[in-house]
Each structure stands twice: as C-alpha cells, then as structure tokens.
C-alpha cells in the first residue's frame, strides 16, 4: 500500500489544478484518472477565452498542466480503473485494477462528465461509424463532407464553426427556436457561409450500413418527419456528471451532482470535490481551475487540522 496525503480522482482541470497547489505546497499528492490526461477539456479545438491565453487546443492546455503538475512532484497515473474505495475511515483507501492500493488523509474527487447522448434508435450502433461527440478527435474524417451538428449551446455553435475547416456544408438542428450561447458563437455560426440551420427539430433516428448514411429529422412542434442523407453527425447537448461509482456514499442531487459545502467538501469529512461532477450553475474550464484550487487548499486545511 502507497501512502500519500492526498489522492485526486480525475485528471482534467480540475483535479490537474488541485494537482498543481498540493504538490507545490510539498503535499505528496497522487492523480488517478481513468480515460485521457484533459478530460473534456483536452477533446476542445480551440480554447479561446482562457485569460493569459490568446488562443490554444485543449490537448496542448492538458499536457501543459500535466506537466506543471508534475514538476512540483506530483503523481500522474492515467488509463487505469478504480475498482474499489473506503471514504468512511480516517484514512482513505483506493484500489485500482483490483489490486494496487493507495492511501490517503484527504481526496478530491474531480471526474468531470461525460457527453451526453440523444438516446435514440442508432444512436449507439454509428458511434464511430459516422457518430461523433468529439470535434477535435473526429474533424478531418469528414473532409468535403456534409455533417449535421446537434445543439444549441456555446460547445454546440464554437464546434460546429471548427469544422467549417473540413466539411462542405454543416446543419445545425436545435431543438428550440433560440440558442443558449454567448451573442457572439451565435454571431459567427450564423455568419458562416457553410452553416445552415433547422430548428425546433430533433434527431429522430440514425440509419445506414456499414457506416451512417442518413437520419430522421423530427419537427418538434408538428410531429412532422423528414429524412435527410448525411455523412456524419456531432452531438453537443451537454455532459452528463461521472458520479455512479460514488452514489451510495456521496451525497448526490437529482441530476446525479455531487453536493458540498463552501469549502467543496462532501458528506464525508476529508472528501472534497471540484470541477464539473460537482452542484453548480456554471460549467467552464476557468470555474474547474476555480474548484481544483479551492479543494486543494481545503484539503490541505483538513490535514492539518486532523
């Protein structure tokens, strides 16, 4: 058993940041992060608004950090899995692939969310076959191509104006009849000659052969079907929190967030959380930084505390 002072799940903004301040405060500090170092942060194209930054890729944001983190002393573990942990005791146990444990005084728990899906008829069988949720990741496969975007957000609007660079022609299909986004994603989408949009409409279902070739497109106010020939499809509707593992020990809301106090900690002393599993409002890579920071510095409260 590795014993540390504090162990992070999760490796994007949040828990990197919170990586960063406990590591340079000479706490030994351990991240465990199931999928790639970023989170959704390192699958965006273009960070634009992050303040000291003109203009950078999620994945250079990501490695950056991870560096950063590192260079105070800080643990990076990344494509493993969590298959047991202990929050109840004073010392916190977590093992993973069913056999490395590691202990800890404090953790913070940071797995952000993933992607949320349209749930239907399809859906899940072209995943990857012409189904994307991930602009970066899957841009260039579509190359003079004609995509269809899903959403109506800022990651729905700034996605779909990124791939201008290698579709011929995008669809936007929101549901409503306005857009959730900042004036300006709404600005330079609509402005975009490669851009067009059907709204208080839905995807319906997702049909084809070995890859995906067409969908219905639902008109949500009249029922109404139609069906168009597309060669890929992108959904942007919002992330779902990855907090299952954790539903029968933390105190969870009704959309599955974890609940914490002003000092982001949880139910359970010495359990802090940060970044976007967590109850909030607002959503952005800066409001993660945010939370890593002040878990960190919580956590490090705790400990010398206890």
Request: charged share 20%; proline share 2%; glycine share 10%.
């Amino acid at each position: 058993m590795e014993k540390f002072d504090v162990i992070i799940i999760g490796g994007g903004p949040a828990g990197l940041t919170a990586g960063i301040y406990l590591s340079r405060a000479k706490n030994k500090t351990l991240v465990l992060n199931e999928g790639v170092i970023g989170g959704q942060m390192s699958l965006t194209h273009e960070i634009a608004n992050y303040p000291g930054i003109d203009s950078v890729s999620g994945y250079m944001l990501s490695r950056t950090m991870q560096k950063q983190a590192e260079k105070f002393g800080c643990t990076v573990k990344s494509n493993i899995k969590i298959t047991d942990y202990k929050f109840n005791e004073n010392l916190k146990t977590i093992t993973v692939n069913n056999k490395d444990v590691f202990e800890a005084k404090a953790v913070i728990v940071a797995t952000g969310g993933k992607s949320r899906e349209l749930g239907v008829e399809g859906e899940k069988d072209f995943t990857g076959r012409g189904v994307s949720y991930c602009a970066t990741c899957d841009g260039d496969f579509f190359q003079d191509k004609e995509i269809i975007v899903v959403g109506g957000g800022n990651s729905a609007l700034e996605e779909a104006v990124s791939l201008t660079q290698y579709a011929s022609k995008i669809t936007i299909v929101h549901q409503f009849d306005h857009f959730q986004a900042h004036q300006f994603a709404i600005d330079a989408a609509q402005n975009h000659e490669k851009i067009h949009f059907i709204l208080n409409s839905t995807l319906s279902s997702f049909y084809g052969n070995q890859s995906l070739e067409k969908v219905k497109i639902k008109n949500l106010k009249t029922n109404t079907e139609i069906e168009m020939p597309i060669d890929g499809v992108f959904v942007f509707i919002g992330y779902v929190p990855q907090t299952k593992p954790f539903e029968n020990s933390l105190k969870l809301n009704t959309y599955g967030e974890i609940i914490s106090d002003e000092r982001l900690e949880t139910n359970i002393p010495g359990v802090f959380v940060a970044g976007d599993c967590r109850e909030k409002k607002i959503r952005q890579i800066t409001t993660a930084v945010s939370d890593g920071t002040i878990a960190a510095l919580n956590a490090i409260d705790f400990i010398q505390n206890n």
